[in-house]
């Protein structure tokens, strides 16, 4: 168990909606990460925060937005939903900037079908 | 931008033999980690190895070691006595001395063969 909680496992919804999933990161870590994946492919990186703050933004689409709360908790909200978004999303977390021994410790994914 | 590269897509090892993932990577940094993630097909990424640039000596951690060459900038993942359960899609990944950012690869997908 890497300590790392994300929900919903699995959310189905059609073309349009608008989702959120969330992410506990492992006690003590501040940086949170999120990484989608696609069906057989790598991950993608998509945007990073530290102890609240944006620190890092990658292939991030301007449909998706993430934020970081105060208690750390991480939630990625993903908007006007297409057939494409349909991937797997990881949260992940370390411990933060300057520690860098220290590796991601991954959720389980959270599955999204868009229909 | 770090880039990490898997040049194997797939690789095949026959039950109890060893198999070797190769990964290099580019960058101007003197300082940072490598880690080595599995990802079985359950989807979980489950870390596997990490090796300290500033250390000489490989890693091990049980039937899994890497070759670390820095000057040559790989880093390869040798498995032993190779089990059904090491069938995964294998990353390599590089975390880069400012500690912000995490570089995959492309990923190697391992077959064991009974």
């Known amino acids: 168990d890497s300590g790392v909680t994300q929900t919903p496992k699995h959310l189905i919804t059609a073309t349009g909606q608008r989702v959120t999933l969330r992410c506990s990161p492992r006690?003590?870590?501040?940086?949170v990460y999120w990484y989608q994946q696609s069906l057989d492919q790598g991950l993608q990186f998509l945007i990073q925060y530290y102890n609240g703050e944006e620190r890092a933004k990658g292939n991030i689409l301007e449909r998706f937005s993430a934020q970081q709360f105060p208690d750390l908790h991480s939630e990625l909200n993903l908007s006007s939903l297409e057939l494409g978004d349909s991937a797997l999303y990881f949260c992940?977390?370390?411990?933060?900037?300057?520690?860098?021994?220290?590796?991601?410790?991954f959720g389980n994914g959270t599955r999204l079908t868009v229909t | 931008a770090q880039t990490v590269t898997q040049s194997q897509p797939e690789m095949s090892v026959q039950e109890a033999e060893t198999v070797t993932l190769s990964c290099t990577y580019d960058?101007?940094?003197?300082?940072?980690?490598l880690f080595w993630y599995k990802q079985p097909p359950s989807r979980q990424m489950i870390l596997v190895i990490r090796q300290e640039a500033y250390k000489q000596q490989n890693a091990t951690e049980n039937r899994f070691s890497v070759n670390f060459q820095k000057a040559a900038k790989s880093f390869s993942l040798k498995i032993s006595d190779s089990q059904l359960g090491d069938a995964a899609m294998y990353f390599c990944a590089y975390r880069s001395q400012s500690g912000n950012q995490f570089y995959f690869g492309t990923g190697t997908s391992l077959t064991v063969i009974p």
């Open positions: 006690s003590g870590d501040l940086s």
């Open positions: 992940a977390s370390s411990v933060g900037v300057g520690k860098y021994n220290s590796p991601l410790h």
């Open positions: 960058t101007s940094e003197s300082d940072y980690y």
